[in-house]
């Protein structure tokens, strides 16, 4: 009897120690599966951030690109502007006959028209009577430009950009709306209103043709956080100065990228690019609330 109990009990100790030794293989190997899984967990968000990224980036700078030759395109048309011999000699000559002004009119209406992106152009010239314009137009709005109330952006541009002030009485409508204007002179004088060509941008159809087709909306500012367009339906006031996605950017070594946000709760990808004729931010804010979940895991 006793020989049997101390074989039960050597079967007992045997069983209780496979058991534990196969208790702790399968801790370990649930360890290591959690391991790699957590692994490729990681691998995999930072797989999907970084492809979103790419993609975010590059419609930013499809964006661009456009927005660029918009202003490209403004360039071209004035230093075509000026080699027609009736529009060089109103803006130049202190005397005009009547025939060459109305063919200089001409030569503009149909110059402006070529460019949706125009809203108007004004060909000044401080010593004669007249003053060239084209588009949709408000005599009320040469003044701010002859008054030197245009405000200057916090922009390093080869091009002359100021903010403006149009009215669109001309329109049918009763509200003005700003705008950008660019205004080409036909010597270095300083004297900006002695002779210039202004040309008046169309704050609607950049808005609507242009940068409404990112899906989040884009804002586009000057380095101090002055909004000069934007379709982002977040956005509620004319500066983003005090942003802290802005903060980051100006923070940035790189004038174009992209980096995770939380905006009033939501998460966000903010991707950013800087205009080469402009000097203007472009700033696209994209809800990725579909992918927040693994994005945005801690």
């Given at each position: 009897m006793l020989f049997k109990i101390q074989i039960n009990n050597h079967l007992f100790s045997a069983r209780?120690?496979?058991?534990?030794?196969l208790l702790s293989f399968l801790f370990m190997a649930t360890l290591i599966v959690l391991s790699?899984?957590?692994?490729?967990?990681?691998?995999?968000?930072?797989?999907?951030?970084?492809q979103l990224s790419v993609d975010y980036v590059n419609n930013i700078s499809s964006v661009q690109h456009e927005f660029d030759n918009v202003f490209s395109q403004l360039k071209n048309t004035y230093v075509f502007m000026i080699q027609l011999p009736d529009i060089n000699n109103f803006l130049t000559?202190?005397?005009?006959?009547?025939?060459?002004?109305n063919r200089a009119s001409g030569y503009l209406t149909s110059l402006n028209s070529i460019n949706p992106y125009l809203y108007s152009t004004i060909v000044f010239n401080k010593d004669t009577d007249f003053v060239l314009t084209a588009g949709k137009f408000d005599y009320a709005d040469i003044k701010q430009f002859t008054d030197n109330k245009i405000k200057r952006l916090d922009i390093k541009s080869d091009l002359n950009i100021v903010s403006c002030t149009l009215n669109q009485s001309a329109a049918r409508s009763t509200k003005p709306f700003d705008t950008i204007s660019v205004i080409f002179m036909p010597s270095d004088s300083e004297n900006v209103f002695n002779n210039a060509v202004i040309m008046n941008v169309d704050r609607n159809?950049?808005?609507?043709?242009?940068?409404?087709?990112?899906?989040?909306?884009?804002?586009?500012?000057?380095?101090s956080g002055t909004v000069v367009f934007e379709s982002y339906s977040g956005l509620s006031k004319n500066?983003?100065?005090?942003?802290?996605?802005?903060?980051?950017?100006?923070?940035?070594?790189?004038?174009?990228?992209?980096?995770?946000?939380?905006?009033?709760?939501?998460?966000?990808?903010?991707s950013y690019?800087?205009?080469?004729?402009?000097?203007?931010?472009?700033?696209?804010?994209?809800?990725?609330?579909?992918?927040?979940d693994i994005i945005f895991k801690k």
């Open positions: 209780k120690y496979y058991l534990k030794l790699i899984s957590i692994i490729f967990t990681q691998l995999y968000t930072k797989d999907i951030y970084d000559s202190p005397n005009n006959d009547l025939s060459s002004i159809e950049i808005e609507k043709r242009l940068l409404a087709n990112i899906e989040g909306g884009i804002i586009v500012a000057d380095n500066s983003i100065a005090d942003e802290t996605y802005f903060h980051n950017i100006l923070s940035s070594d790189f004038l174009k990228g992209s980096f995770k946000f939380t905006q009033n709760g939501s998460p966000a990808i903010v690019t800087k205009s080469i004729m402009t000097d203007l931010y472009i700033i696209n804010i994209r809800s990725i609330n579909k992918y927040s």
